[in-house]
């Protein structure tokens, strides 16, 4: 997501320095409002414990974006590649200790999903420019309990076939198609929509990395109707709305790009690319705790783009 809000400043403010390092361009010099939070209960698994194994297949196209700075090779075997263990609640001090996952590591920003074996979807706001290209890996399998990676797990941004990033008054774009060193090994082919828009009320699933944490698969979400905000512009939004459409989804900062999934069918409905805040200073207990609201269908601000407004998908 493009950054957390003012509620969640001191957790910006701790990581600014070491930006680079995190792999955590979206934190800054990115328009706000574009994280996400909790609707109803936390829906958030680890994906290798997702009960439909179907799923927990398709898993296997979805990537992590890295920084290169942050993977080291082994001196005494180049397969081998490490990466510092820093768990969530170090690399962002101000989070509450009983926030879900805090003992895990996070690792990087943005998520993102192959389409063919060489060619990966994310976020515009994810992969801007060609200096991003080089300066960040593409990580598979990084899951719980992954400790260390191997050489087939890692790949590097070799171009960028298309990138578009625009969020104004008549258009709302927001993708990047990258094209990868090589193929990627045990690649799974994703199925995407190709022609029409997903109904309303579809149960949705989505499969990324939240705060660039291991993997997480989500579902308990819908297609949902406009929102109050877009109410407010009906028309506009009406036609904004061609290229996206929103969700309920459990997300937060590092979903973006993360694949959307129909429950039903099985096919990737979009990218996840903008939501609410995050979250919320808490003033009494002195710390950031994620935000919550009703599961409700109504007030929801998830964006997701839509995979057939994307040019060669």
Request: with cysteine.
């Amino acid at each position: 997501m493009r950054s957390l809000r003012i509620t969640s400043l001191i957790f910006t403010l701790s990581l600014a320095a070491n930006a680079q390092d995190y792999g955590l361009p979206e934190l800054m010099g990115v328009p706000a409002s574009n994280g996400d939070l909790i609707y109803g209960p936390d829906d958030r698994v680890e994906v290798d414990e997702y009960p439909e194994v179907n799923f927990i297949e398709k898993a296997q196209s979805v990537a992590l974006r890295v920084s290169k700075r942050r993977l080291t090779t082994d001196r005494n075997d180049p397969n081998r590649i490490l990466f510092p263990n820093i768990i969530l609640q170090n690399s962002m001090p101000q989070i509450c200790s009983d926030e879900r996952f805090v003992d895990q590591v996070s690792l990087g920003s943005c998520s993102g999903f192959l389409v063919n074996s060489t060619t990966l979807v994310t976020a515009g706001h994810c992969m801007v420019n060609e200096r991003e290209c080089a300066d960040n890996r593409w990580i598979f399998g990084f899951k719980d309990q992954v400790t260390e990676l191997h050489t087939d797990q890692v790949y590097s941004c070799k171009k960028i076939v298309s990138q578009r990033y625009v969020y104004t008054k008549k258009e709302i774009s927001d993708y990047a198609v990258i094209e990868l060193d090589r193929p990627v090994k045990n690649y799974k082919p994703l199925k995407t929509r190709k022609f029409g828009r997903v109904r309303l009320n579809t149960p949705l699933i989505v499969i990324g990395h939240p705060l660039g944490l291991p993997m997480k698969a989500t579902d308990g979400a819908v297609v949902s109707r406009m929102n109050k905000v877009e109410r407010e512009t009906p028309l506009r939004s009406f036609i904004l709305r061609a290229n996206y459409f929103t969700a309920n989804l459990d997300a937060y900062g590092g979903n973006s790009g993360s694949p959307v999934f129909n429950k039903r069918t099985g096919k990737v409905e979009g990218i996840l690319i903008q939501g609410a805040e995050d979250f919320s200073f808490n003033e009494e207990r002195g710390c950031l705790e994620s935000n919550h609201l009703p599961d409700s269908h109504l007030e929801t601000y998830e964006k997701v783009m839509r995979i057939n407004k994307i040019p060669g998908i």
